[in-house]
């Protein structure tokens, strides 16, 4: 039976032997001290540090934004594999989107007729924008910050813990020729050895020192110039972020687009337990405190009517009240003691502190401070701020509205 084992270079597998055992007692000598050491100047270790810091952080973010984005961690596993085969990722519904479509199936079966099941469909269906809007913030936060930050690990990083390991193995070797060149100057005046002279050993020791010195400051350049380089990812870096901060933004938008007009779509249903829309910014936070006071200060110019907070803002939320308009009513008022009135027709806000209005939608309104002929001061769901009376039918007397204005 005849069996091919692989050829082995015993000399060289000896020489590799040595080599990584002279290693061993070098780096041990190092630790104890007993042996001199060729330090890197301070700018270089401050360059090193920092960049071990950017690598430890940046691993941190990316595994944390990845955790908040996907919480299922065997979901995590199972992209990272997709990845890895270059295979199309699985498609798979959302919480969101497993609630929605229970609810809107619910809502059929109940009788698309009576309010209960009006109501699970109206709310199913916005569950699945939020489902969507999900959906969207994943995969575009994936494109503007993770993937971005995953690849410099994995390219610019992983090149500069190679070159610093390259770097290592060069200091290593000088120190090894500076200890082979002091050996060699305290044998001088002995007896030759071997045949070779003391002088011939020392001076192919200088040699070898010249050449292992040469070699470690141009890898000593290379590296430093790619750790200097952090600073330019980290630049980088900050403009992902703020591209991730920009499509956080939006998505909380749209959520709030989408909750705002579930609360008007169930409140517009009627029924015998007619939906009420709640003013989050009006509650009370249980410490005597308003939520509208606590200095949002979120400005429809910056943000957009859709968050449901540009009317809020220009009818005096936010933290302090110099240059802005004040509230034209009670913002104390809650829904219960305000009129109920209905929109005869559409009518398109002129600025910020005017609501838009669909024809035929329920809102609640009270009368301006000071009274103001031409406009009521109105809650629609969240939002709040002026709307003209000839676009409204008031649906309660007088006598039924409780509270004073």
Known sequence: MNINLPNFNVKNLVKEAGSTLSRVVQLTEEKLGTTERTEYDNEFQNLAERADLTKAWTEKIVRDTETVLIPNPQNRIEDFIFDKIEKTKPQRLSNLEHLALDMIEAGGDFGQDLPYGQALIKVG??????????????????????????????????????????????????????????????????????????????????????????????????????????STSQASHLRHLHAFVETQVRYYKHCIDAMNNLQRDLANLGGPTPYVPIDVYNDDDGSGNHSASS??????????????????????????SGGRRRNPGDTTLTADQM???????????????????????????????????DYMYGKQGLLKGLVPRAFLEMLDDEENVSGEY
């Not at 500076?178 to 305290?186: C, E, Q």
């Not at 806000?349 to 309104?365: G, M, P, Q, R, S």
């Open 125 to 230: 269906q916005a569950e699945q924008k939020l489902g969507q809007c999900e959906r969207d913030f994943i995969a575009s936060s994936g494109i503007c910050f993770t993937q971005p930050l995953r690849k410099f690990l994995e390219g610019e990083m992983k090149t500069i813990t190679k070159e610093r390991g390259i770097l290592e193995t060069k200091r290593l070797d000088l120190d090894a020729c500076k200890n082979r060149v002091k050996k060699a100057r305290s044998m001088l005046g002995q007896q030759a050895k071997d045949g070779i002279s003391p002088e011939v050993v020392l001076e192919q020791a200088e040699r070898d020192l010249r050449v292992a010195q040469a070699e470690f400051d141009r890898q000593a350049e290379i590296t430093k110039v790619l750790l200097e380089g952090i």
């Open 339 to 373: 009129k109920r009135a209905r929109v005869l027709c559409a009518y398109d806000a002129k600025d910020h502190t005017e609501l838009n209005l669909n024809a035929n939608e329920v809102i609640f309104v009270t009368e301006c401070s000071p009274v103001n002929p």
């Open 295 to 320: 200095g949002i200060g979120l400005n429809a110019g910056v943000v957009g009517s859709g968050l449901g907070i540009g009317a809020a803002a220009g009818a005096g939320v936010g933290a302090g």
